[in-house]
């Protein structure tokens, strides 16, 4: 299957700082990149949806000038958590699709970025 | 809106027993139904996936049946191992918003399997 690298696995960071979480598609071109939310015991939120070169769609409740998506190209996608706080702690996964003149059906994850923010 | 509903767990077996994990869906249209996996502090696999109805995805002893009937996708196993302990979760693909052509993914809530020696 296609591979998603995401990074880094493990961050911790001070509150009022930044951090950048990359997804990578290694194999693949990924006209769309989904980003999630796991808490703990729970399911995944989505967060936002992101297609390349244009802006993300941020679900309804998920700040976006705090959550910053870009997604600059067909294999990368970045989100940057800003001016972090402790409740910003969590598991953040990253998908990827492809859209190959019909709809994808499948998609492919990253293997998480667990945040810790003291 | 889509939804799935999935049996909470944990589910605690002793190994090489029989399992089931329960899913029902609501959705418009026809979906694509899948079961990942997520082992401890790690990402999502796919496990398998069915695209219509009566279709069975099987994949490492894992089976589960697309039945449009009963709105289900139940993923059973005969003989499960220490080494299948993690978190399922079930979930269905619907289409995106407008003419967007992608697929969004909804999921159930996750079901933790616990197999013990």
């Known amino acids: 299957g296609a591979v998603v690298s995401q990074h880094p696995s493990r961050v911790i960071c001070k509150s009022g700082t930044s951090v950048k979480i990359e997804c990578r598609s290694l194999?693949?071109?990924?006209?769309?990149m989904f980003w999630y939310r796991q808490f703990p015991k729970k399911s995944l939120m989505l967060m936002a949806t992101?297609?390349?070169?244009?802006?993300?769609?941020?679900e309804q409740g998920v700040e976006k000038d705090k959550f910053l998506i870009n997604h600059a190209s067909l294999t990368l996608s970045t989100l940057t958590v800003t001016s972090a706080h402790p409740e910003d702690s969590s598991f953040y996964i990253c998908?990827?699709?492809?859209?190959?003149?019909?709809?994808?059906?499948?998609?492919?994850f990253g293997q998480g970025t667990r945040l810790t923010v003291v | 809106g889509d939804s799935v509903t999935q049996m909470e767990g944990p589910v605690t077996l002793s190994e090489e027993a029989f399992l089931t994990i329960n899913c029902t869906y609501t959705?418009?249209?026809?979906?694509?139904l899948f079961w990942y996996v997520q082992y401890p502090g790690e990402g999502l696999q796919l496990l398998l996936k069915?695209?219509?109805?009566?279709d069975k995805g099987s994949n490492k002893g894992f089976e589960a049946t697309y039945r449009k009937e009963t709105t289900s996708f139940h993923l059973e196993k005969g003989s499960v191992q220490v080494s299948d302990s993690a978190v399922y979760f079930c979930?269905?693909?619907?289409?995106?918003?407008?003419?967007?052509?992608?697929?969004?993914?909804?999921f159930g809530k996750g079901t933790m399997l616990l197999v013990s020696p």
């Open positions: 998908s990827a699709s492809f859209f190959g003149g019909k709809r994808s059906t499948e998609a492919f």
């Open positions: 194999d693949f071109q990924a006209t769309t």
């Open positions: 992101s297609n390349e070169g244009s802006k993300a769609t941020y």
């Open positions: 959705a418009t249209g026809y979906p694509s």
């Open positions: 069915a695209t219509k109805a009566d």
């Open positions: 979930a269905l693909s619907d289409r995106g918003p407008g003419n967007s052509g992608y697929s969004t993914l909804t």
